[in-house]
């Protein structure tokens, strides 16, 4: 008798807890989000004596179930609920502008590449008040798509991607430009004593943002949009050397050919271009110049300069070249306020303004 009781028994508490987990729900989430940084570590409880529960990768899915204060407690897709900080959430919003982003970015034209100077921030939009996307670590390659100047907001300057003076004022200065360093430290020397005019507002300052795309160490690529200081650009030799004592500031480059050295050699030959002056100018670019190598003197020569420019990115090179092998590129100039497209062609190292296909005066070089 006892042995049927016990045996109904558990019989009754496997029906209980079947239809308990049958008709059972758990509460609905608040809402969808992702992971936002490389590694989330979820916690046991939003208070500050806690114990690691699990962790999340980037883009990883979660449920959000509550929120308190600046902590969220999210589930993951394993069911595995746990406590994290908000600034480590990526909203669902979000995420799909992040992912038409870089599919739209995977379309443009690399317009030059580079590598992060420091640890960056990448955000979703221009700005240092936009979202920020992911930081990325120091030394990451990156692909450089579009730049566009954004005003610096006063409110902004004293957040992370703010720099001390002196090293902002180094990034303006050519290389080996003490003179202008000294100068510029000088000026703010000046500028921080009383003015006369108290009422005096300082001229709004802009800065270069570059929508990149970020190669990860995970093989991923991440695209969105970094402070252009925070970017040291991989300039092939001797390119650099040549702008500097042209003058000009390197913002983008990129190879036209290549021909043959009397050594064997497959040698690029560039075009190189840049402006003159601080960031954050309404132009790419303002100044053009074309390197070809000369066979009899083994070394780069100035082929083209151009130094009356308003470019804007991206510039296109079409993939068949003309007659000859000729060589064609072409891009937007607002020099005169409104787009007008500029076409040149290259004829071995001879380089040309085209006007209505055909060949303008070759423009000489100057030094």
Same mark, same amino acid.
């Given at each position: 008798m006892i042995r049927k009781v016990l045996l109904g028994s558990a019989l009754l508490l496997v029906l209980v807890v079947a239809l308990y987990v049958r008709f059972h729900h758990s509460a609905p989430p608040l809402e969808r989000a992702y992971a936002g940084s490389r590694t989330v570590t979820l916690y046991s409880t939003s208070a500050q004596v806690r114990e690691p529960v699990t962790t999340v990768s980037f883009g990883d899915p979660l449920?959000? !179930?509550?929120?308190?204060?600046?902590?969220? /407690?999210?589930?993951t897709a394993g069911g595995i609920v746990g406590w994290i900080?908000?600034?480590?959430?990526?909203?669902?919003?979000?995420? =799909?502008?992040? /992912?038409? +982003? =870089?599919? /739209?970015?995977? $379309?443009?034209?690399?317009? #030059?590449?580079?590598?992060?100077?420091?640890?960056?921030n990448l955000h979703i939009e221009p700005g240092r008040d936009s979202p920020r996307v992911r930081q990325l670590n120091k030394d990451i390659p990156l692909d450089m798509m579009a730049r566009q100047p954004e005003l610096v907001v006063a409110a902004s300057v004293s957040n992370a991607e703010s720099e001390p003076a002196d090293e902002a004022a180094s990034e303006n200065a050519q290389p080996g430009d003490r003179k202008s360093a000294d100068r510029k430290s000088k000026e703010r020397t000046s500028k921080s004593k009383p003015d006369a005019n108290p009422d005096t507002k300082p001229a709004p300052k802009k800065e270069d943002w570059w929508l990149v795309r970020a190669h990860?160490? *995970?093989?991923?690529?991440?695209?969105?949009?970094?402070?252009?200081?925070?970017?040291?650009? *991989?300039?092939?030799? @001797?390119?650099?050397?040549?702008?500097?004592?042209?003058?000009?500031?390197?913002?983008?480059?990129?190879?036209?050919?290549?021909?043959?050295? $009397? #050594?064997?050699? @497959?040698?690029?030959?560039? +075009?190189?271009?840049?402006?003159?002056? @601080? =960031?954050?100018? @309404?132009?790419?670019?303002?100044? !053009?110049?074309v390197y070809t190598w000369g066979r009899q003197k083994e070394r780069y020569e100035t082929a083209f300069v151009e130094s009356n420019v308003c470019g804007k990115f991206p510039v296109l090179k079409p993939q068949t070249g003309g007659p000859e092998g000729d060589i064609t590129f072409t891009f937007l100039d607002y020099s005169n306020g409104s787009p007008d497209r500029r076409t040149y062609q290259m004829h071995q190292t001879i380089v040309r303004l085209v006007k209505d296909g055909n060949a303008a005066k070759a423009r000489k070089r100057t030094h």
């Open positions: 449920e959000v !179930l509550q929120r308190f204060q600046n902590q969220v /407690k999210v589930r900080e908000e600034n480590d959430l990526l909203s669902a919003d979000l995420w =799909e502008t992040l /992912k038409d +982003l =870089e599919a /739209k970015s995977a $379309t443009m034209p690399v317009v #030059a590449r580079g590598h992060t100077r420091v640890l960056s990860m160490s *995970d093989q991923t690529i991440l695209a969105g949009w970094l402070l252009g200081r925070f970017v040291e650009l *991989d300039v092939p030799p @001797p390119l650099p050397d040549y702008a500097t004592s042209a003058g000009m500031r390197i913002v983008a480059w990129t190879e036209l050919s290549r021909v043959t050295s $009397t #050594a064997g050699k @497959p040698m690029a030959q560039y +075009l190189l271009l840049g402006t003159h002056g @601080p =960031e954050g100018q @309404p132009c790419d670019f303002t100044a !053009l110049r």
